[in-house]
């Protein structure tokens, strides 16, 4: 700041276009397909990653509209029973590893954490770049197996079927090891720019909850992946040489895989939940334009689920063998786990107590969320005692379940982080009022796509079947309707904002009123986001602050 | 020498480098994580099959074995006097020891794959190489698969770790590397010793626990 502008009144001495707005943007500042494909810039790589996890959504969408309009009726509707189970292998893999573990990271994390470290890049831009480069290749891996064969193991490539199964296993194996070395990258580069590259000021315990559900997610990438990708390469070389490290002929231990899947795969739960839970209390905040009730409380259960959910894997195995003992010790693990979510949905609630609440469309997600949520939580707790699981395992009552975490959390999560930053990312503002119908339409299609799959399940249909007996057929119909709804819902949230993208309203610096420390600088940010590091005198949440004085106790011009 | 190019996210040079080795760091975290899943494997199957891994282990050869890790160990060795002497700006020092540990990796690797070459002979396989009908009982090759899974993986990793020797090697000779900048030596050689360090486990499991 200048000498000549110290006299003037705070309001005046701030660009009102937000710090850093004289710099072109980050989108404008260079021009040329080269300029994106080689770039280093963190948001123009979240903008990639954002261009390819939505093209997977879909696909992985469309595969699961598919199942669900064979599931119409009892006998074959639209495709043959092979089809039906290469396209749920498909619809799982395409989501857990192309969608639902890289999304809310590599998209909102790569565009918001650096602004909210109040740095100009990551640590490792190039090494951004590589990961980006790394997850395409994967998903052309994956799709590559899906074209010369598909697989119909199912996600979870349980041995002793995936090494036998005719289709491109190892392929799909190798894929998924490489999207591993993708997160693995992103994660060493979160954990590392948070470490070292906060504003002057930005303590720990000043930084946004959203970089601390990162970091922990961050966490859980690194020691969880090698795992993951260890035993699926196992099983490729099973498929691909017959190594034969499970192959009951050679010794093997085919339950021994399914420990070392959910070693990592219970924490992959977690990979795809914990980043919603970033996003979620960056929106509770804004929204109610309250400090949460505990910074505290939902930084340090990040951290508690993350070291937690190593400790719970075996629940996914009580039919597959297990003593009493463990089985016990493994649902009373997963239970305390629950215990540091309740203690986030109960902070987030209580963040909302004398709030001035806004309803806009990422506070509807929120709601959405919160409710979604806790009920899959709660079916959670359910599935997690041994006696209830017996008669669950397998069925559609742990496929609504889990879909309630995943596509009831972490979906609904980034569709409220796409909202909430999109003037951020693109400086324009969307249609409000088309945003809070699709988010409704997305929340009853919902809601008609899975609660129907609980009562299934307790009726005892099993999941991965083709054809299921005619009484169940009423409840696989509303579900499909409510798939279907869903679809559509999605498709009018996207259309809303892409068509934002070229008529929306111009966004100011900060049009939410946020304290986070990413609305300080322009919408959108110039290329180096700040034109000076910041300097941080205050937390993110400081709303008994006027936002003069918030702009001012964060100075980046 | 040319100093460190101070990036623009960073503050400081001095950031900047406990960035790399952070980043190092967390990333051998992972690496452990990557072989722990195998010594899980390796110590249930173990406990399933005690005398027929006792059986499959007889093949292995101990002397071979130690002298592979008297090599790794040298190696290591050499590797923290070159990041030593580079810090004292000896960049030149520093190359020939960076050069004299790839070349223990390549001993490390020629013993490793003469031995290889005895197992073949003597038809002690991982268990895709088997027909049905002549191969031992189950927990044998299930401890010779492991066998040859994990001391493959490591060699893989001995590779890599040579080709990072190699390029922190050419650095130091051409004097890109000294006092004012050597987080690449430093960072090659942390991974060159995690390397070391799962021989050192893969060690007294497949060659000493007979």
């Not at chain 1, 505990?294 to 039919?319: D, E, K, P, Q």
């Not at chain 1, 016990?328 to 203690?343: D, P, T």
């Not at chain 1, 936002?547 to 100075?555: C, I, L, P």
């Amino acid at each position: 700041m200048s000498d000549a502008t110290l006299g003037m009144d705070a309001d005046a001495r701030m660009d009102p276009r937000g710090a850093g707005a004289t710099h072109p943007d980050y989108m404008r500042a260079e021009s040329g397909l080269r300029s994106w494909l080689l770039t280093k810039d963190h948001k123009r790589i979240a903008l990639m990653f954002y261009g390819a996890v939505l093209l997977f959504l879909g696909l992985g969408g469309i595969f699961a509209l598919i199942l669900r309009t064979e599931l119409l009726t009892p006998e074959a509707t639209i495709i043959d029973p092979a089809t039906y189970n290469q396209m749920f292998t498909l619809h799982g893999v395409t989501m857990v590893w192309l969608f639902m573990i890289p999304a809310i990271p590599t998209v909102f994390g790569n565009f918001a954490l650096p602004l909210m470290l109040g740095a100009k890049d990551l640590a490792f831009p190039r090494l951004n770049l590589l990961s980006f480069y790394v997850y395409v290749a994967s998903a052309v891996i994956i799709l590559g197996a899906m074209v010369a064969g598909g697989a119909d193991t199912g996600w979870t490539f349980y041995v002793p079927y995936s090494s036998t199964s005719p289709t491109a296993v190892t392929w799909m194996g190798i894929g998924i090891f490489v999207n591993g070395m993708s997160s693995i990258m992103t994660a060493i580069n979160f954990v590392v720019s948070t470490h070292t590259l906060r504003a002057t000021g930005l303590r720990w315990q000043r930084l946004p909850l959203f970089v601390w559900a990162i970091y922990g997610t961050s966490i859980i990438i690194l020691f969880a992946t090698p795992v993951l990708g260890l035993s699926l390469v196992l099983v490729a070389l099973d498929h691909g040489l017959g190594l034969g490290i499970f192959d009951p002929r050679y010794g093997g231990d085919p339950v021994l895989f399914q420990h070392l899947f959910w070693f990592y795969s219970h924490p992959a739960v977690y990979i795809m939940i914990l980043p919603a839970f970033a996003v979620i209390s960056e929106v509770v905040c804004t929204y109610s334009q309250r400090p949460p009730a505990s910074y505290r409380a939902i930084a340090y259960s990040s951290l508690g689920i993350a070291f937690g959910g190593f400790f719970t894997w075996g629940h996914h195995m009580f039919v597959a063998g297990m003593s009493e003992f463990d089985a016990g010790a493994f649902g009373g693990l997963s239970m305390f786990v629950a215990i540091f979510s309740a203690i986030k949905v109960f902070t987030w609630v209580a963040t909302l107590r004398g709030g001035s609440i806004a309803f806009q469309t990422p506070m509807l997600y929120f709601l959405w969320f919160l409710f979604l949520f806790v009920f899959g939580g709660m079916t959670g707790v359910a599935v997690a005692t041994q006696s209830l699981d017996v008669h669950w395992h397998d069925g559609y009552f742990v496929v609504a379940h889990f879909h309630f975490i995943m596509v009831g959390g972490t979906l609904t999560a980034f569709l409220a982080g796409a909202h909430y930053w999109f003037p951020k990312m693109f400086g324009k503002l969307y249609d409000e009022r088309v945003g809070l119908v699709a988010s409704v339409a997305v929340f009853i299609g919902f809601v008609f796509t899975f609660l129907p799959q609980f009562l299934l399940g307790n009726a005892g249909m099993p999941r991965r079947y083709y054809s299921y007996p005619p009484q169940y057929q009423w409840l696989n119909v509303l579900s499909t309707g409510g798939a279907w709804l869903l679809g559509a819902a999605l498709l009018l949230a996207l259309v809303n904002l892409v068509v934002a993208l070229k008529w929306g309203r111009r966004a100011g610096p900060n049009p939410w009123g946020s304290r986070s420390f990413e609305w300080i600088t322009s919408s959108p940010p110039s290329k180096h986001n700040f034109d000076v590091t910041p300097i941080i005198e205050r937390t993110p949440y400081d709303y008994h602050l006027s936002e003069e004085d918030a702009r001012e106790r964060s100075r980046a011009s | 020498m040319s100093a460190v190019e101070l990036a623009d996210q960073f503050e400081s040079v001095e950031k900047q480098e406990h960035a790399a080795r952070l980043g190092m760091w967390f990333f051998l975290g992972s690496e452990t994580l990557l072989f722990g899943g195998l010594f899980a494997l390796y110590a249930s199957y173990r406990a399933m099959y005690p005398f027929e891994f006792h059986q499959a282990l007889l093949h292995n050869d101990t002397m071979l074995g130690t002298v592979n890790t008297l090599v790794l160990i040298t190696s290591s060795f050499t590797v923290a006097l070159a990041v030593h002497y580079v810090r004292m700006d000896r960049s030149r020092l520093a190359a020939l020891l960076l050069g004299l540990s790839t070349a223990f990796g390549v001993t490390f690797l020629v013993i490793k794959f003469v031995e290889y070459g005895d197992h073949i002979r003597h038809h002690v396989l991982p268990a895709g190489m088997y027909s049905m009908a002549d191969s031992p009982p189950g927990g044998v090759v299930m401890g010779q698969t492991l066998y040859w899974f994990m001391t493959a993986l490591h060699a893989l990793h001995v590779v890599a770790g040579m080709i990072l020797l190699g390029i922190a090697a050419v650095g130091c000779a051409r004097r890109r590397y000294g006092r004012s900048r050597f987080i690449v030596v430093e960072n090659s050689g942390l991974y060159w010793h995690l390397v070391d360090i799962v021989w050192i486990f893969l060690w007294p499991l497949f060659y000493l626990a007979k």
